[in-house]
């Protein structure tokens, strides 16, 4: 069975202080695997997608990697407003390709 | 542009009534998902619509519960009856394509006393 999982489930950091989110998979062959924010009564909302291996996407203060096992959401200085829960998912090969989404970490940055 | 738009935003109701929760996709988006989200399960996908035709109803939990798309701008998901585990806050996404970037609404949070 396809399995996402993310760690930690919850982090605090200080203004400026640089982090990285884990997400790791186990699934019968990856067709991309996404990124997304999600604030509080919010809906999820889309950052970034990945197809492959040593690929990486940034956006501002967000970076976003990929290995064959796993994928890394580095955070550079973070500000009070990148907090959220970041959530991951994953497209697999089997099944109808459905997405197959973490349970997120919840990301709180104090000023 | 405007988003996916759901209504209502909240809805507070007793068990065994119906509920019905709406989505109003983006323009020109032909793909239209409905999700579940729990603290203990996360998002799950329930069911989902290309060009109004669902495709995969395989994570609707139940007969209970039921989906329609009757044009490219709305879509429907019903609950009948409604049961206190069917809790939760409910998406609606939209799409250009199934492999594309999904795109949220803000989600109806259903709380069944």
Redesign the interface.
């Known amino acids: 069975e396809d399995q996402v999982t993310q760690s930690p489930e919850a982090l605090r950091l200080q203004e400026g202080e640089s982090s990285s989110l884990n997400c790791s998979y186990t699934v019968s062959g990856l ?2 695997l ?1 990124w ?1 924010r999600q604030d509080p ?6 950052l970034f ?1 990945l197809y492959s291996a040593g690929e990486e996407k940034e956006k501002e203060r967000l970076k976003a990697t990929l290995t064959k096992k796993e994928s890394f959401l580095h955070i550079t200085a973070p500000k009070p407003e990148d907090s959220a829960t970041y ?1 991951c ?1 994953v ?1 697999t090969q089997g099944g ?4 197959v ?4 970490t919840k990301l709180t940055v104090n000023p | 542009d405007a988003g996916v738009i759901q209504s209502p935003r909240h809805e507070v109701t007793e068990m065994g009534q119906e509920v019905t929760l709406r989505c109003k996709p983006i323009s020109g988006h032909d793909y239209l998902f409905w999700y579940r989200q729990t603290m203990m399960r996360g998002l799950e996908l329930l069911i989902y619509f290309n060009n109004n035709v669902p495709i995969d109803d395989s994570g609707m939990p139940e007969d209970r519960f039921s989906a329609k798309m009757p044009n490219a701008s709305f879509s429907t998901l019903k609950i009948q009856p409604s049961e206190p585990r069917d809790s939760a806050v409910y998406f609606c996404a939209s799409a250009t394509g199934f492999r594309q970037p999904q795109h949220f609404g803000d989600g109806t949070r259903l709380s069944i006393l």
Request: glycine share 22%; hydrophobic share 25%; net charge positive.
């Open positions: 067709r991309g996404f997304y009564g919010k809906g999820p909302e889309f997608t959530l998912a497209r109808s390709e459905k997405l989404f973490g349970k997120g």
